[in-house]
């Protein structure tokens, strides 16, 4: 199994008609990904490449079943396409778009909640199914299918950590990009909760960094009872304090959000800290050996 | 965004928060107009442990306070020179609370920070009570109370408290503001005057929210002209940019790539001397001309390291705009490639026709920039 995402998933896509969806209807589609429909106020009754498109999201619902969104609109109108699917009755509403308002995020998250839907993102890749399905533009070789579940606020950190799991040989579930805002439709503990809940995934690796709260709801996991072994980075080793690191969220404000505080209560929750990128694969490894002994 | 303390004040005041009756003091005036001495005189920079630097002088006299602004003006706060000055009065205070509103993950939305005991050493104490709110019209008066009867027991202050943190909710969603800091925020110790005065105050704008806030735009218009020239053609690209004290320059895509790369240079013993994504800016020579232009133009780099791995981004057009990049660059600082990622496999083929090569993996690269750097010196 993998979460949130397989090729049962009908996926309709916000903003088909321009460059982006256009790319990402291909190359998702040919990855494996069920797409139904896009939606583009003004182009309904059009199609990309055989797939119809809609005036709303609404009528992409009833005419093709569609469950799942993928919004590719400018940030500018992220909130109202993503509002739109989810109240149209989409399931999980995927963002990838960076420069967002976290306002607007907050209130998609609250439109989603409200409406028993699921959202990820935004600053984010999205999310893969390795050997299944991909809502993004991950480039696939990165990735195979196998037993690690992988959560990552940074997409081109996912990208490097994954190949280095795929040339060892270790595949995942799903890789889902939670992003790098500082409000997420899908915090880390809520993607450690759907891992810990699929009998595939074995072990869980997450890719973070500093700033942020996130790293406490890792830590907390690792500490459950009868939870999955986690390995986990922590980048920003070298940030200096009350920088913004590019994410809105990587800005070490305090003590306790820096690289030390984060990996050493990581490490004393049971999770295997990798000690930069070269000893990721290794900590992965002694996580999976870990939850063969369990 | 952060912007300066007398702008949050500005802020603070036209949503109805009390702040004292400061006045500004630009660089070049000899008698500024302080009504009632002493003052404290304080710096105006975007960062914060300013009390802690030097950054607050108190003066009791027009002449304190010009030899103050004196020193206040030569002085640099983390890298920052203030070019403007607050005096605000010198008050009596029986006791600085913290308050602040923040956005954060787990909360999905808005939380409300207090301690009953601020100041500067707020990060020594217990940490403050937090109240989890999520969109702010979840905001409820009652459940904060709930929060704040373990640690604040005089009530007076408690509701003050909670109908300030409500207007800094409905103001951090209006204005668009990741944070409202106010710390402290004062007691003071005149009996009569139950009001709390915001002696401090921090806003961090939503930069991203620059379209619907003229002055977020103004903010940002602000930085591009502060930025120097070479900065600031970066900045136009939608690069990231913060500059460190080694000498390794880092060309990097994505934000934690960008700091995993920095934390492996500083694990083979260099130094990175700059996060610079260039995620944001085209892949074409428009966008990766500036970046080199900008580290070219930093002498404490001495070597480039260039290191991206695109999803979206493809490697055969950014290796393309490398190449031509290149052919038009002045100095001769040795530049390190790391490709990888979508349409990785043509970059070779590129790289070969004008002599640059590609590693294989980050490791190699970085080891490589350290090797140039070390030999540099």
């Known amino acids: 199994m993998s979460i949130l995402l397989d090729q049962s998933n009908r996926v309709l896509v916000m903003g088909a008609t321009g460059n982006y969806g256009k790319f990402f209807m291909k190359d998702a589609g040919s990855y494996g990904t069920t797409i139904v429909a896009g939606v583009s106020p003004g182009r309904g009754g059009t199609d990309v490449d055989g797939v119809p498109v809609f005036e709303s999201a609404k009528a992409a619902v009833v005419a093709t079943r569609a469950d799942t969104a993928m919004v590719f609109v400018p940030p500018v109108l992220v909130r109202a396409a993503a509002i739109e699917a989810i109240e149209a009755g989409c399931k999980l509403a995927v963002i990838t778009a960076d420069e967002m308002p976290v306002r607007d995020m907050i209130e998609i998250r609250a439109a989603a909640l409200a409406n028993g839907a699921r959202t990820t993102g935004p600053n984010s890749p999205g999310l893969i199914s390795p050997g299944k399905a991909k809502m993004g533009f991950m480039p696939s070789f990165c990735f195979m299918r196998g037993p690690m579940g992988v959560i990552s606020r940074s997409g081109s950190l996912s990208y490097e950590g994954c190949k280095r799991l795929t040339v060892a040989g270790i595949g995942q579930t799903t890789v889902v990009g939670i992003g790098g805002d500082p409000v997420k439709g899908m915090t880390a503990g809520e993607a450690l909760a759907l891992f810990h809940d699929d009998p595939e995934t074995k072990a869980v690796l997450y890719l973070g960094e500093i700033g942020g709260v996130e790293e406490i709801a890792v830590a907390e996991y690792a500490r459950s009872q009868g939870a999955k072994p986690v390995a986990a980075l922590i980048v920003g080793k070298t940030a200096p304090p009350g920088k913004k690191m590019g994410h809105a969220a990587a800005l070490v404000g305090s003590k306790a959000d820096g690289h030390a505080a984060k990996t050493k209560m990581l490490r004393t929750s049971g999770v295997y800290v990798s000690n930069g990128l070269p000893d990721l694969v290794k900590q992965v490894q002694v996580a999976l050996a870990a939850a063969d002994r369990t | ?377």
Not at chain 2, 41 to 65: D, H, M, T, Y
Not at chain 2, 69 to 78: C, G, H, S
């Open chain 2, 1 to 377: 965004m952060m912007i300066l303390e007398h702008e949050a004040k500005a802020l603070l005041r036209t949503v109805g928060v009390a702040v004292p009756d400061g006045t500004l003091i630009k660089p070049g005036l000899r008698a500024p107009k302080v009504r009632e001495y002493p003052v404290a005189v304080k710096a105006q920079v975007r960062s914060g442990g300013r009390g802690k630097q030097g950054g607050v002088i108190r003066a009791n006299n027009a002449r304190e306070l010009h030899a103050a602004a004196k020193k206040l003006f030569a002085t640099e706060f983390n890298g920052e020179k203030p070019t403007v000055l607050l005096a605000d009065p010198w008050l009596a205070i029986e006791r600085e609370l913290y308050l602040s509103v923040t956005v954060d993950s787990a909360a999905g939305g808005y939380v409300v920070l207090y301690a009953p005991r601020g100041g500067v050493n707020i990060e020594d104490g217990p940490p403050p009570v937090r109240y989890a709110i999520g969109p702010a019209w979840k905001f409820r008066a009652h459940e904060l109370r709930a929060h704040l009867e373990p640690v604040e027991t005089d009530y007076r202050i408690r509701e003050r408290v909670i109908s300030l943190a409500q207007r800094l909710v409905e103001t951090a969603a209006a204005r668009d503001c990741h944070t409202i800091e106010i710390n402290p925020l004062a007691k003071l110790a005149d009996a009569d005057n139950p009001e709390l005065l915001a002696l401090d105050g921090k806003v961090v704008y939503d930069e991203w929210a620059h379209y619907r806030n003229a002055d977020i735009e103004a903010q940002r218009q602000g930085e591009l002209k502060r930025a120097h020239k070479l900065l600031r053609a970066s900045m136009e690209m939608g690069h990231m940019y913060v500059k460190l004290d080694g000498d390794i320059g880092l060309i990097s895509g994505g934000a934690g790539m960008t700091m995993g790369a920095m934390d492996m240079i500083h694990g083979y013993g260099g130094k990175p001397g700059c996060f610079l994504d260039v995620s944001p800016g085209p892949a074409s020579p428009r966008g990766y001309k500036p970046a080199f232009a900008l580290l070219d133009g930093d002498p404490d780099v001495k070597v480039i390291l260039v290191s991206v791995f695109g999803g979206g981004t493809q490697m055969n057009r950014v290796a393309r705009a490398l190449k031509e990049t290149m052919a038009t660059r002045k100095s001769k600082k040795p530049v390190v490639f790391r490709l990888d990622g979508t349409y990785v496999a043509e970059v070779p083929a590129i790289f070969e026709t004008f002599g640059a090569h590609n590693h294989a993996t980050l490791e190699t690269a970085a080891r490589e920039a350290v090797k140039l750097a070390k030999r540099t010196k």
